[in-house]
């Protein structure tokens, strides 16, 4: 399988014939010394892979499981924890003070990286001790692992996800009505939770973007009806926004209030 993966590699391009195959072998008997004493020592199972150069192996399926889970963290972070609503909502903060790229992209980010660790905190504990230390001790293998941490994950995603969302994907998935949260299957429960955060963070976002419409429609109508043609109103409406909004604590407003709608 992996000789036309390899075959098609980036590497060929930076390094000739022999030097891919010689390579590729020497990194993956590399994972294949490895996964077994940093992983669950002992297990035979595994990927079979074959070189180009005719020598083969296996990786075994602990160091598979987790190299995808590494790929796929960003989208996992995005698609199934808060760290999409809270952004949406600083992004429609930004907006409608119309300071452009003033709290930078980076620092939205960063902020709405930290609430999110801040509110999967215990999620995260109930996941390292349900399936993390199982795994570390060898009792079960990465599979049994991302079994044992499901529940947690779900039960946090059933709690904010609408029941509209739910059947959606329920009726799309052709399952029948649960009668307990552990019968909802995860690719029902992931999908529903995604489009509950996007429909939440447009809903805050919405709210928080009204009274600065309102200042904005203001100033636009007072410039009119004074003949200021030539000014924009955007010139003074975002310095009465940006002072409103430090006069309120809006930063310790808006972040308490994301808090309590995770309460």
Do not use: C
Request: glycine letters at 8%.
């Amino acid at each position: 399988m992996f000789r036309a993966v390899l075959g098609r590699s980036v590497l060929s391009n930076l390094v000739p014939g022999s030097a891919v195959a010689t390579f590729a072998a020497a990194l993956l008997r590399a994972l294949a010394w490895l996964a077994p004493r940093i992983l669950r020592p002992g297990d035979a199972s595994g990927l079979r892979w074959t070189g180009l150069s005719g020598t083969s192996g296996s990786v075994p399926w602990n160091i598979v499981v987790l190299l995808t889970l590494l790929t796929l963290l960003p989208a996992l972070l995005v698609a199934l924890t808060p760290f999409t609503r809270l952004l949406i909502v600083f992004h429609f903060l930004r907006q409608a003070l119309g300071t452009q790229t003033t709290p930078s992209n980076q620092t939205l980010i960063g902020l709405a990286l930290v609430l999110t660790y801040f509110l999967m905190q215990p999620v995260g504990a109930a996941i390292y001790a349900a399936a993390v230390v199982p795994f570390q001790r060898g009792q079960v293998d990465a599979l049994d692992a991302l079994q044992r941490g499901a529940p947690p994950l779900r039960h946090f995603m059933i709690k904010y996800a609408r029941e509209k969302d739910l059947g959606l994907f329920l009726e799309f998935a052709q399952a029948g009505r649960p009668t307990r949260e552990e019968d909802v299957p995860m690719r029902v429960v992931m999908p529903a939770y995604i489009l509950s955060e996007l429909k939440t963070g447009f809903q805050i976002g919405a709210a928080l973007f009204l009274p600065f419409l309102v200042i904005d429609l203001v100033v636009a109508a007072v410039t009119t009806s004074i003949g200021m043609m030539q000014l924009p109103p955007v010139i003074i409406s975002t310095p009465l926004k940006i002072l409103l909004f430090v006069m309120v604590d809006g930063w310790n407003l808006l972040v308490g209030s994301l808090m309590k709608s995770f309460a």
